[in-house]
Each structure stands twice: as structure tokens, then as C-alpha cells.
């Protein structure tokens, strides 16, 4: 038994460091823009000292097993009474348990109410497609501004998320920011959101959707309230008229190809409602739902190579363009800020 324990023993240590290693480095990667380990928002707090209690709670229950393990396998390995075996059974399998756990719930139930409450007046309307992010404002009056792929926050306030999904089910996730919510066809979910630090959070489909569910992603803007008003006043606006040469020629390729009858760009004809709306699409932080940055180099990578990019994806690849075509296009693109 002595040479098996020891022979196992060895790798599995070995194993966990390097696990844990791998998890500490991991965890430093991109500075915690997508990471539990560096809460944003109240409700991603109250989760991660849930997670520090059970950490800490866990680990000395393992220790207080293992010295009882130790003790009656190597400092008294004699038969004990009766009574003290009874003892330990009542108390260590069926007392102690039901005050830990019960002690937990205690403290745990109140937490799940914080995600559940009642925004602070601001409401945003998120559906999962296939695979990106619609994303609609909801205005005091009723008025909605629709954007996509991106989702832009006031700091100290809550705002309350209005989950849906078109096809599949999705989930909603910004780790730095809060816990998860499933998305549903045809059942709205309710999640809401406090960010407590100015900041851009990545957000991530938490549940298996397709062939490209890992490159459905989204950034999260936390900004000041007086910066989310303008920004939101902005968002509302008509798109920018094309500014340049190139940038006209691409506005008459996009009439060309037809692409506005997938895409709204607000205050031209294009008005499709089939893929994102990409009225100020050149001001968000990525494109591709978090998977390009928006520079002019983005846009025409993408256009050409969507099914390359994003397998299964429904807009086709556009390699039937010319390069000077695809270029004011993405002139264009980039320039509906
Ligand atoms: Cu959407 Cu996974």
C-alpha cells in the first residue's frame, strides 16, 4: 500500500501546482477585463467574497479531514469506544454538516437578490443571435436607440438587462461585472447590473450556442453618468454622412451589394433588421461581436472572410468584391461613428 500511495502522490501534487500555476497565470491575463477575480460591480463582489468563504470554509474542512484521516490512521490506530464512534458520526456527519451548510444558505439566499433588483430607471433590451448581441436603449419615453455588440453603462447606478434570445438559447456573462443569465426564445430573462469602476469589461456567451459560440463576445463600457447621457444623446443620433471621396464611393457600394437590406444604417435607406445596426458602428470597440478591432483593415478583413472568421455565420463572405470597392467600403464603415 506504502509504495502505491507514494508513487501516486508524487504526479498529482505535481499536477495541482502546475493547475494552479496555469489558473494564477490565466487569471493576470488581460489585466481582469473578463475575470471574477476582479470585481467591477456590487454584484460581482458579493459573489466573489461568497467564493472567498467557501474557498477559505473548504479548505479547512479538508485540513480538519485530513488531521482526522492522520490521527486514526497513524497517532491512534486503535479500535475506539462505542460511544466516541457514535459521537463522531452524530456530530461530524449529521450536526456539524446541517450548521455549516444551514449557516451558508443563511448567508447566501439574501445575495440572490441583489441581481433581481429594480433598475434605477434605465432598462437595455439584449437578444442573442447567431452570433452577436442586439442592443436596445430604452429610453423615459418609451423610444428605443438600437445598437449592437456593445454594451454601455452608468457608473453607481443599477440598469436593469432585459434578457431574450431568437434561436437558440445563450447566456449572458461579464465576469468582472456580475453573475450569469441564461437567454431564452420566447421567455424574457431579468438580470441587472451596478458597475462601481470605470471601465471596459469583457462580456462572453456562457453557454454552448453553435459552431461559433466562443467568438460571440461583447465589450462592456462602464462610464460616468454625465458621459453615458452624451454618449447616449450621440447613439440616438442619425448616422454621419460619408465624409471624403472613398468613404461616398462606399456608401454607393453598400447601396450596391444590398447590404441594407440586413443592415440599418439610421438616416439612409438601409434599414434591414437581419444583422446588426450599424448606424455608428465605426465608435464601437470591436466588430465581429469582440473578435476585430474597428480600423478601416478590420472592416474589409471582415466583409470578405465573415464565414472564415465566424464559421456558420449567416452574413456570407463578400470576396467577390473588388479591392478598391472593399476598401471604401470599409472607408465607409469605419467612418459611422
Ligand atoms: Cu451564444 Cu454561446
Redesign the pocket.
Known sequence: MGPVLTCRTGPVAVRTLAVLTGVLLLSACNEGRQSVLNPSGRDAQLLFDLAKIMFVGALLLWLLVGALFVYVTRVNPYEMSRRLAEGLIVGGGVLFPVVLLGGLLVYSLPLMQAPRDADSGMRVHIT?E??WWRVDYELPDGSRVTSANELRLPVGRRTGLVLNAHK?I??FWVPALGGKADMIPGRETYLSLLPEAVGTYRGQ??????AS??L?AFETVAMQPDAFNAWLTAEAQDAALPQGEQATRGAQVFAREGCGSCHTVRGTPAVGRVGPDLTHVGSRKSLGAGILGVEAPDFANWIAHTETLKPEVAMPSYDHLSRDDLQALAAYLGGLR
Open positions: 442573442a447567431q452570433w437558440v445563450h447566456a456567451c456562457a453557454e454552448f450556442c453553435g459560440h466562443a460571440m
